[in-house]
Nanobody
Framework: QVQLVESGGGLVQAGGSLRLSCAAS????????MGWFRQAPGKQRELVAS???????NYADYVKGRFAISRDNVKDTVYLEMNNLKPEDTALYYC??????WGQGTQVTVSS
């Protein structure tokens, strides 16, 4: 069973930055698409960003220009660099991989 383990969440002030990591228990070059989703209390889980095995990225409009997704096929890790964070970015952030499932999530809290 594939495991995805997120880390890097925390409490940050508005305007600050965080980098999330998602470490996989398998070689991620075999995972076609990996992505980050988030879920705020009382809201549905939503896509933040995704990246294909070929490096093609896709972002939700509300994070374009602020967040960047990348993958390291040597370290089998996917990253989400988050800059200029806003209070509305507060959520539980999940890593996802096609055929791999979901991680347990890492909390991001942005204070105003």
């Amino acid at each position: 069973q594939v495991q995805l383990v997120e880390s890097g969440g925390g409490l940050v002030q508005a305007g600050g930055s965080l980098r999330l990591s998602c470490a996989a228990s398998v070689r991620i070059f075999s995972i076609n698409v990996m992505g980050w989703f988030r879920q705020a209390p009382g809201k549905q889980r939503e896509l933040v960003a995704s990246i294909t095995s070929g490096g093609t990225t896709n972002y939700a409009d509300y994070v374009k220009g602020r967040f960047a997704i990348s993958r390291d096929n040597v370290k089998d890790t996917v990253y989400l660099e988050m800059n200029n964070l806003k209070p509305e970015d507060t959520a539980l952030y999940y890593c996802y991989g096609t055929g791999a499932g979901w991680g347990q999530g890492t909390q991001v809290t942005v204070s105003s």
